[in-house]
Nanobody, 125 residues
């Protein structure tokens, strides 16, 4: 049974930082799956944020977070991270960790088959 569990969300002031973690279990082997982060703000559709390939050598970001967010992974710990710096109020959303069946980076939500429960991140001005 695949399980993705996010943590690290919370409330922070604009300009602050948060680090999200997502521990995967049942995604075997974890080291052969790309991983991604999505977010959903109130009243908006869920959107792609960042993705990382199976090795961690390649990453891809939405334009809205490029230069501020960093995705990384530790295959030994079956964990993917999202370091979020210079946070803005518009970054407020529920953040979801997701796993596609692909080894390489994909951005389409429909290609992600496994999802975490989400973690709330709130940025106040």
């Amino acid at each position: 049974q695949v399980q993705l569990v996010e943590s690290g969300g919370g409330r922070v002031q604009a300009g602050g930082s948060l680090r999200l973690s997502c521990v995967a279990s049942g995604v075997t082997p974890f080291s052969t799956h790309a991983m991604g982060w999505f977010r959903q703000a109130p009243g908006k559709e869920r959107e792609f944020v960042a993705a990382i390939d199976y090795s961690g050598d390649y990453t891809y970001y939405a334009n809205s977070v490029k230069g501020r967010f960093t995705i990384s992974r530790d295959n030994a710990k079956t964990t993917v991270y999202l370091q979020m710096n210079s946070l803005k109020p518009e970054d407020t959303a529920v953040y979801y960790c997701a796993a596609p069946s692909s080894t390489f980076i994909v951005t389409m939500e429909t290609l992600y088959h496994y999802w975490g429960q989400g973690t709330q991140c709130t940025v106040s001005s």
